[in-house]
T-cell receptor, first 114, second 113 residues
Framework: ETGVTQTPRHLVMGMTNKKSLKCEQHLGHNAMYWYKQSAKKPLELMFV???????ENNSVPSRFSPECPNSSHLFLHLHTLQPEDSALYLC?????????????FGPGTRLTVT | AQSVTQLGSHVSVSEGALVLLRCNYSSSVPPYLFWYVQYPNQGLQLLLK??????LVKGINGFEAEFKKSETSFHLTKPSAHMSDAAEYFC???????????FGTGTRLTIIP
């Protein structure tokens, strides 16, 4: 049990669909992250939220839209995706300003865009 | 800017043999270093980390790593491989004062029975 849950675990969507990924952390952390994991590439940091405020957007296309309503929940809204967006999307959380620097990861959502 | 290089995208070792996964980093300030493991269809799990203090760090499942500043390395070792060690391993670096992690491309470890 990692304390970070993600739903759904698998998602298949067409290029014209709109869907959302959900992440929830039960660790009392205040920072949350979205990563994209594609085959043969390093993990790509997409977004960072600290105390519900977005502190980083790593040049992510606007077809990905994050939302962080509180420190425990993080969403990634998807619309008009491309096939190259198929990947494993990982959520992570961290207790920022703790000097710990350890991130806790969820199991990921396997996204396939058809 | 930080970067991480993991030598060998695939490593195979026999069960009971030494496991050695290599990681080199570049950082302009004292780094924090991490090894994560990812089993199939799962997220990343922290194996061990170096922040300050002792340069030999012990982690879960019998793994350890040594921070060698002169070699800018943080190689992961385990004396005796077990079938359950088959997974993908990621090295990551974070600069002191910057809580973002930069990951390597990963090394897939296969254990031969």
């Amino acid at each position: 049990e990692t304390g970070v849950t993600q739903t759904p675990r698998h998602l298949v969507m067409g290029m014209t669909n709109k869907k959302s990924l959900k992440c929830e952390q039960h660790l009392g952390h205040n920072a949350m992250y979205w990563y994209k994991q594609s085959a043969k590439k390093p993990l790509e940091l997409m977004f960072v939220y600290n105390f519900k405020e977005q502190t980083e957007n790593n040049s992510v296309p606007s077809r990905f839209s994050p939302e962080c309503p509180n420190s425990s929940h993080l969403f990634l809204h998807l619309h008009t995706l491309q096939p190259e967006d198929s990947a494993l999307y990982l959520c992570a959380s961290q207790k920022s300003a703790s000097g710990d620097y350890e991130q806790y990861f969820g199991p990921g959502t396997r996204l396939t865009v058809t | 800017a930080q970067s991480v290089t993991q030598l060998g995208s695939h490593v195979s070792v026999s069960e009971g043999a030494l496991v050695l996964l290599r990681c080199n980093y570049s950082s302009s300030v004292p780094p924090y270093l991490f090894w994560y493991v990812q089993y199939p269809n799962q997220g990343l799990q922290l194996l061990l980390k170096y922040t300050t203090g002792a340069t030999l760090v012990k982690g879960i499942n019998g793994f350890e790593a040594e921070f060698k500043k002169s070699e800018t390395s943080f190689h992961l070792t385990k004396p005796s491989a077990h079938m359950s060690d088959a997974a993908e391993y990621f090295c990551a670096v974070s600069d002191f004062g910057n809580e973002k992690l930069t990951f390597g491309t990963g090394t897939r470890l296969t254990i031969i029975p």
